[in-house]
Antibody, heavy 120, light 108 residues
């Protein structure tokens, strides 16, 4: 079955960068876009961007442009999301989530989430 | 950016009740609307795509309807395991793909 397994929780200082990984299995990795969605504590869901593993093309939400970099390593079917210049309001649970149907922003399945805490 | 407005933000209902959540888009999104369920401490789960299509394995007690700017999610008969927060999400045209603010459903 399709599975997305994310890296463990991180604690970072303001101004630092964090890189979260998402290991995919159970499907052809290059056939589906990977999205990243975050959720601040007690808050709703916020789409950050997508990456097409087939060609490495990306599209980021305007809010994160210049701070986020999404990459993939197709040889190990893993996606990465790096967020730089971290601020306290970047404290959130970060999810990777696959396109459900391929090329359409319908999200599922989801990774288990990676908690990133930004604190001095 | 397209804004999604969900109502109510919280809802308390009894087991067996019919429950309805609405989602309004700030512009026409045709049928490009999904519904997700998020249980406490868990990742969201896709329930309904394209406004009215039930995802594989999702109970038929759940249904969705609407098009354009106004959408509805319905639970025909509430069960205790339905306690969760529900989100709508639009994916019309270009990103960003925006979510509603969520509806927290509790048992009365």
């Amino acid at each position: 079955q399709v599975q997305l397994v994310q890296s463990g929780a991180e604690v970072k200082q303001p101004g630092a960068s964090v890189k979260v990984s998402c290991k995919a299995s159970g499907y052809t990795f290059s056939d589906y876009y990977m999205h990243w969605v975050r959720q601040a504590p007690g808050q709703g869901l916020e789409w950050m961007g997508w990456i097409n593993p087939n060609r490495g093309a990306t599209k980021y939400a305007r809010k994160f442009e210049g701070r986020v970099t999404m990459t993939t390593d197709t040889s190990i079917t893993t996606a990465y999301m790096e967020l730089s210049r971290l601020r306290s309001d970047d404290t959130a649970l970060y999810y990777c989530v696959r396109d459900r149907f391929g090329g359409i922003a319908t999200f599922g399945p989801w990774g288990q989430g990676t908690l990133v805490t930004v604190s001095s | 950016d397209i804004q999604m407005t969900q109502s109510p933000s919280s809802l308390s209902a009894s087991v067996g009740d019919r429950v309805t959540i609405t989602c309004q888009a700030s512009q026409d999104i045709k049928k490009y609307l999904n519904w997700y369920q998020q249980k406490p401490g868990k990742a969201p789960k896709l329930l309904i795509y394209d406004a009215s299509n039930l995802d594989t394995g999702v109970t038929s007690r759940f249904s969705g309807s609407g098009s354009g700017t106004d959408f509805t999610f319905t639970i025909s008969s509430l069960r205790p395991e339905d306690i969760a927060t529900y989100y709508c999400q639009q994916y019309d045209n270009l990103p960003p793909y925006t979510f509603g603010q969520g509806t927290k459903l509790e048992i009365k």
